[in-house]
């Protein structure tokens, strides 16, 4: 297991992140993700701990609050002196009936990190990441309350997830006016067949120095190996019943055609590979791997060990590769003699 430098922080994490979405199964919608007691979390935590994963990932919104709880008391169960794992969670989604228990405003922030640390047994949260955009609440409000947080010593770090570039660049910048801590990270999807991350937020990532969390690295399984062209799928797939993230099919496919012939020279699964993939991105800090079984967790935990060859990699690049979109063809264009100069410049 590798570790990576933190955004544009000391700290460092796992390159495999243990996601506990499957954790809890209370609701509608997160009992079709998962539904794994507090053994099940407990072996699952204990094992990704053994493997070096040393990063946690959940969210106040999971299970309605269960996925929390069960995470914190499996670090109790399993006696993880707390320095010896990063725990990340999230605020923004509804957590009761009221209209102001949810979103991004002050008043949600302050009682979602209260519950969350109640929830997970905690004195303070390593990671506290916002889950959405709340366009009822201002940017400003949004970043003074997660500072007041870090100044308060209950947050280690703040983060963001599911932003568009444009509300990212903001709110750094409202950071940097005001003497605020800032973003470390972004947690967003990113697969082999759903860049369009590249067009927009990696370029703001590499620009102002942020980590990169990956969700749903398989495109909710679909790139696991376990789905062919003409819809048959592994019992239980979660797709079948949950068909999230929304992904281009065709383009999906005809990238997972690819995997399973990369899969079979090395003898390995094609989740593997789909992962290995992400791990040979630069912009990437840590990919989020769930699951409902230890074998499930083994195979995705043994991906860190694969070591694409270029080729391979040019291959999946060309398959995958992002349909042309202004303005980014526009800039490419304009900017080519630029680049060239650049480059040229660096290697005297």
């Known amino acids: ?27 509608e919608l997160w009992s079709q993700i998962g539904d794994l007691q507090q053994a099940d979390a407990d072996k699952l935590i204990g094992r990704a701990l053994d493997a070096g994963i040393n990063f946690i990932d959940t969210a106040d919104v999971y299970s309605e609050g269960h996925s929390e709880i069960m995470t914190g008391q499996a670090l109790k169960n ?23 228990a949810r979103g991004l405003s002050r008043y949600h922030i302050m009682e979602g990190v209260k519950a969350s640390l109640r929830r997970l047994q905690l004195d303070h949260i390593d990671l506290y990441q916002v889950h959405g955009f709340d366009p009822a609440t ?8 997660l500072d007041l947080l870090v100044q308060h010593g209950h947050v280690r770090y703040v983060g963001v997830s599911n ?11 409202i950071a940097e006016r005001h003497g605020l801590s800032r973003f470390e990270s972004l947690q967003a999807y990113y697969t082999v067949a759903g860049r369009d991350l590249e ?8 620009s102002e ?9 398989l495109a909710g399984g679909l790139l696991s190996g376990k789905y062919s062209r003409d819809g048959q799928a592994e019992a239980g797939s979660r797709r079948t019943t949950f068909d999230f993230p929304p992904v281009n099919v065709e383009r999906a496919y005809d990238c997972i055609d690819v995997m399973r012939r990369i899969a079979e020279s090395r003898s390995v699964s094609v989740a593997q590979v789909a992962l290995a993939w992400l791990l040979h991105q630069p912009a990437v800090t840590s990919v989020i791997v769930g699951a409902k079984r230890v074998d499930q967790l083994d195979d995705n935990i043994a991906a860190s060990e694969v070591r694409l060859s270029d080729e391979e990699l040019v291959e999946l690049d060309a398959v995958s590769a992002l349909p042309a979109e202004y303005p980014g063809w526009m ?18």
Do not use: H
Request: some cysteine; charged content about 20%; hydrophobic content about 40%.
């Open 1 to 27: 297991m590798r570790y990576t430098r933190f955004g544009n922080t000391g700290l460092f994490v796992s390159e495999l992140c243990l996601g506990t979405m499957t954790f809890g199964g209370q609701g």
């Open 78 to 100: 399993l006696r993880v002196p707390r320095d010896e794992v990063v725990v990340a969670t999230k605020v923004f989604g509804p957590t009761g009936p009221g209209v102001n």
């Open 138 to 145: 201002p940017i400003e409000e949004t970043v003074r309350a």
């Open 163 to 173: 932003w568009a570039a444009w509300q990212i660049m903001k709110a750094l910048g």
């Open 199 to 206: 067009r927009e937020l990696i370029p703001l990532l590499n």
């Open 209 to 217: 120095n942020l980590g990169l969390m990956v969700w749903s690295p």
């Open 331 to 348: 800039l490419e264009r304009q900017g080519e003699a630029r680049r060239q100069q650049l480059e040229a410049a660096r290697t005297r």
